[in-house]
């Protein structure tokens, strides 16, 4: 027998399609399997928006805080100090020191200095808040990556979209109320500040207005445990979370979990520095603008360590913590679209489509049986090898297999069959016209591939275009459509070529080989 | 088995003038369809929120309407049995910002109470992000047109290429029609459905095309009429096999796919159908009214073999050193 090049790669790509479409069959551990997506799997996709501004004034806020531990550590006297459409402004009281103020300024970064007659307005350059604003979204896909990855969940997928979208897909979600728990955990500003109780004003802090009390420098904020009580601290804090190098759970007196943060040098010397001051008065910690508790300050506090208590339970203090320790958000998050699938609806649509995938292949295979008979056989076995391959490649190149790409494969079985079709039809007609068996396969082949070549090429055009501008699970249709399509170039157009030269012999031999296409004749 | 056996060819292009009537109807009565009853946009176009609920039995769909009633957030909700009557589909058209605590655990807490519940599945889109997928969904279609058009275009004849571009201009046109008709929601399902409409139709026509090519080079035919003729009977049984076993697996997906996989697999249904009628029946005469000339085509296609075979000739004179 002649060395048939066409069998053998179809018994190759038969092996190849059984040997790696296997471990998805199985989903045994070992090999490379088909990756569910979250729509058949269950799971939740969240594409999140970045609110970059807010870094911005939360830079500038940095700014002011860092002016007034400046002038505090040096004895130099500012007044007015505050936050003001997007600038920091103080008044310099003693222009003796103008020479010093005006160094420091020097050494900040991205910053442009006005001052007239001791008064100063410090703002950010336009490139500066640019560059804020791409730091703010990186560090926001940084940090939800690094709470995820604590969280404990499996393979969670954190991946910038865009310029500044954040994709986050999480597959091992089981129900709402772990849905939402992981959501708090990733939204969580875990903006830690120390803020100074401002104790000459804390008694009028129920008359206050928040006007009133910016115009003293001053803010009003929530306590976090009993919303009604109202505490006035100094707007701008001593220090915040970025100096933050640990935060654990611990246990206070009464067992109940509180969070254990500790700051690192600088950190600990302002603290340091702060408390030494302040003794007798109120330290305020707060957390995402809410004040956790407000001791007295009985002593400088060396060694920069800190407490966090509030009503929380065990699993609350180490999402908070969790948190805390990967740092806060530069800027708050939020929700541009979701998708969350329960696990129980993904398992209905994975049987649903599986029940259209057989009855879709049974159907047809039974139809080219019928019609065609021994050439509808032939074209089944490539059917069946090209499901195997779509599944092999998919599993090869970790591809995601979604509900619409179940679809695609299902639609394939239907759009599959059509090269041997359009063949078989080809060579019926050339058997008709009086041509030998041989003659008719090959001239059949020759014909028919013009077509199949121009007709699958602009379907997978098609398939190309929803590739690349479809979205998430649309993908996945593209994907296992084109695999697909080229697929059954090599099944259903060399394969059945192969097959039908191994069986040329005996069909030649026979009077009537027109009925291993299914006709007389 | 044989279900069509023509001995001579059918004569398609006398009915042509029928078939364009119809089709022009048909289309025309899709724009009026979608114009004056529009489409029902679903939340990947427009942004909103959909939360699917499975109850342990019947859904109370009365208690759950009352209880989502009266708030601003659930204004203009809509619940429906999703499939069966244990299942529903709750569609709200806003949508929340809010990570943490977002419309879906709003529902939630609202029909706690209401009976053994599971939420199945909660989809928010945001209104920015519905609007850019609206945009890409128009984009896709139409650049896959244009890519369709000019690979025709390359491979056949420019006539060719516009001919099959309109038969899926139609094609499409009507199955939206449907869409418009049936009051479907339109997702990101449907438009992958009308993309993949796209790929089967154009996929349909060129099997016809190339015959047609194959009729113009080959035979000694010179009336387009009768080439057309000709190849649409020859072809007459892959066509309508090829559609029968895509249409059985879209029956079986539409019938036994799940209520999620319903728009698609409806908008496939009627575009390959729809997508078969049009292959035969207004590619080609469109082909004919663009004034494809057989005699010219066929004169052209010799002076080129001619350039061709001079060209070869002069590059073997060269190779063997004569010039």
Redesign the interface.
Known sequence: MKFNYRVVLLIIATVFGLFFSYPSFTQSSEGKKITLGLDLQGGLHMLLGVKTEEAVNSQIKALASGMKHFAEHNDILIEGLSVQEGKVAFELLDSDDAKAVDEHLKTLEGTIVHANEGKYSVSITPEAVEKLKLQAVDQAIETIRNRLDQFGLAEPTVAKQGLDKILVELPGIKTPEEEQRARELISRAAKLELMAVDEDRAMRVNDLSNAEALSFGDVILEDALAPEVKHLVNEIPILDGTMLTDAQVGYDQNNRPVINFSLNAAGAQIFGDFTGKSVGKRLAIVLDGKVYSAPVINERIGGGSGQISGNYSVAEANDLAIALRSGALLAPIYMMEKRSVGPSLGADSIKASMVALIGGFVLVALFMIVYYGAAGVVANIALVVNLALILAVMALFGATLTLPGMAGIVLTVGMAVDANVIITERIRELIRQGYSVRKAIEAGYDNAMRAILDANITTLIAAVVLYVYGTGAIKGFAITISIGILASMLTAILGTHGIYQMLENRMSKSKTPGKYFGIKG | ???FKAARSIPFMGKSKIAIIISIIMVLGSYALIATKGFNFGIDFVGGTIV?V?YEGTAPIDEMRTRLSGNAMFEGSSINEFGSPDEVVIRLKS????????I??AV?EKLAGTGQF?????????A??GSE?RE??I??LT??MI??LI??AF?FEWRFAVASVLALVHDISIAMGAIALIGLDVN??V??AL??V???S???T??VF??IR?GITDSKETSLVDIIDESIT??L??TT??S???????V??FL???E??HA??FT?LVGIGVGTYSSIFVASPILQWFGFDVKNYRAKLSQKAARQAEKERLRAQFEQGVV
Do not use: H, P, W
């Not at chain 2, 949508?95 to 977002?102: A, G, I, M, P, R």
């Not at chain 2, 029968?244 to 879209?250: F, H, R």
């Open positions: 088995m044989e279900l699917q499975k949508s929340s910002e809010s990570v943490t605590q977002d879906g655990d939630r599971e939420i199945r599945r909660v989809d928010i889109v945001g920015k992000v997928l890409k969904g984009m896709s650049l896959a890519g369709i690979y025709v491979r990101l399902d438009l992958a993309l993949t796209l790929g089967y154009i996929n349909d060129i099997i190339d015959r194959e020859k072809t049984s892959r096999l090829t029968l076993t895509t249409l059985l697996v879209v079986v997906l036994f796919g799940g999620i996989i698609f697999a496939l």
